[in-house]
């Protein structure tokens, strides 16, 4: 008798394991989705009457695109208040080379095989930090098929992020190349 109650105590408490189990993974599976945040340019607010094509004609980009990079399905429907990645507009050409090296007080960004010169500006932020963390650094002129070197002075409320996404905006064409960096501290 004393073997068939160890038994039946037993299996209660792998069936409550396992319910309990499947109740954190249905929990976890309904969290909203973050959004990558190195793929935003900018993020945009709900306004009541919102429509999504204006939104997407506001910043040069399609529909399509906010949808997927905020995770949002048919039929699109949105909330006065919501927040929206909006994605950038890469048609900068993949041949040109950005590397980005940070410690506590600088940004050094080198730039190279861009076919046409430009001036960009740059900002930073922390990726973690959320809507509207942009810090404007500077700007740095890029000759065509030359390399060149800046330092940019890393804004105090970065100086302890451990990841950042340094951007450079064509300042003529509205181009822009993003890279995220890891922050190392001396």
Known sequence: MNQNRRY??????????LSVIMVLG???????????????????????GDKTGTIARQYGVKWIEI????????PY?????????????????????IVIKSNNDLIKITASDFSNTGNYYVKVRDITAGPGAW?????????????????????????????????????????VICKNVRHIFN
């Open 67 to 74: 949808a997927a990079a905020n995770n949002l399905e048919k």
């Open 135 to 175: 810090y404007k650094i500077g700007k740095m002129k890029v000759p065509a098929n030359k390399e060149v070197t800046a330092n940019f002075q890393l804004p105090s409320a970065l100086r302890s992020a451990i990841v950042m996404q340094v951007c450079l905006k064509n300042g003529t064409s509205d181009d």
């Open 8 to 17: 039946a105590s037993i299996q209660r408490i792998v069936r409550l394991s």
């Open 77 to 97: 429907t949105l909330t006065e208040g919501q927040v929206l990645c909006i994605p950038f507009k890469y048609s900068v050409s993949l041949k040109n080379n």
């Open 26 to 48: 249905i929990l976890v599976a309904a969290l909203p989705q973050s959004v990558q945040a190195a793929s935003c340019q900018v993020y945009y607010t709900g306004k009541k």
